[in-house]
């Protein structure tokens, strides 16, 4: 017999859903369906004001075009869970420039990306909760 579980828990702006199926009685057969966040965002339209620069300055990387395409993606505001308190903290998300930008670099780049975002969630970011 094959039991499914659904799971939502709320924490800060996020919602978290997880679906997980197994075995009441093997603990290694249960395995992740579905785990998502899901987040209120704001499309704006445009980039803000301070980041407009980043898409004329001169760089090696990315190409012109690929620059165009992650401005063309937008920006979104989204909220923040804000340590001080602050129940109207947003904070600025360039998501589908990053998706964009892990497309048009190798696959040693996007690694070493990888592990200095794990480094920073799993040690900077515990110590200093305002980044």
Known sequence: ?????QR???????ANYLVRQGSPMFAQDWVNRLDCDILL???????????????????????PEVVG???DSGCQIVPKEDPMGDEFSWRLSFSRGELLLSTHVSSKA?????VVKLFWKNNLKVECPLL
């Open 1 to 5: 017999t094959r039991w499914t579980i």
């Open 8 to 14: 939502t828990e709320s924490s800060g702006p996020a």
């Open 41 to 63: 965002s704001f499309e704006l339209g445009h980039w803000p004001y301070s980041a407009r620069e980043s898409g004329t300055r001169e760089r090696q990387w990315p190409s």
């Open 69 to 71: 395409l992650v401005i």
């Open 110 to 114: 996007r690694d070493a990306y990888m």
